[in-house]
């Protein structure tokens, strides 16, 4: 099993931006797929982006050329690069491997 633990967040005013971090307890090389989801007030959790350990990257459409996802897997994290940050950006950011969950990260977008 591996731990996750998200950083980064916080409030942030619209078209700013944000890096949020996942840092996994043990070597994330040979694990597949890290993905980073949202949840906001009220709505579903979402994917927002996702990377393979190939480096293939995914993104929901509603952040496609404002939010980067990368890895570095030698400091064993996960980022999440988000510009022009707006107010739908508001959510609690989940950092997701194989079964495992992170306790999430607040980002609020307001002026």
């Known amino acids: 099993q591996v731990q996750l633990v998200e950083s980064g967040g916080g409030l942030v005013q619209p078209g700013g931006s944000l890096r949020l971090s996942c840092t996994a307890s043990r070597s994330i090389f040979s694990i597949n797929a890290m993905v980073w989801y949202r949840q906001a007030p009220g709505k579903e959790r979402e994917l927002v982006a996702r990377?393979?350990?190939?480096?293939?990257?995914n993104y929901a459409d509603s952040v496609k050329g404002r939010f980067t996802i990368s890895r570095d897997n030698a400091k064993n994290t996960v980022y999440l690069q988000m510009n022009n940050l707006k107010p739908e950006d508001t959510a609690v950011y989940y950092c997701?491997?194989?079964?495992?969950w992170g306790q999430g990260t607040q980002v609020t977008v307001s002026s």
């Open positions: 990377i393979t350990s190939r480096g293939t990257t």
């Open positions: 997701y491997n194989s079964g495992n």
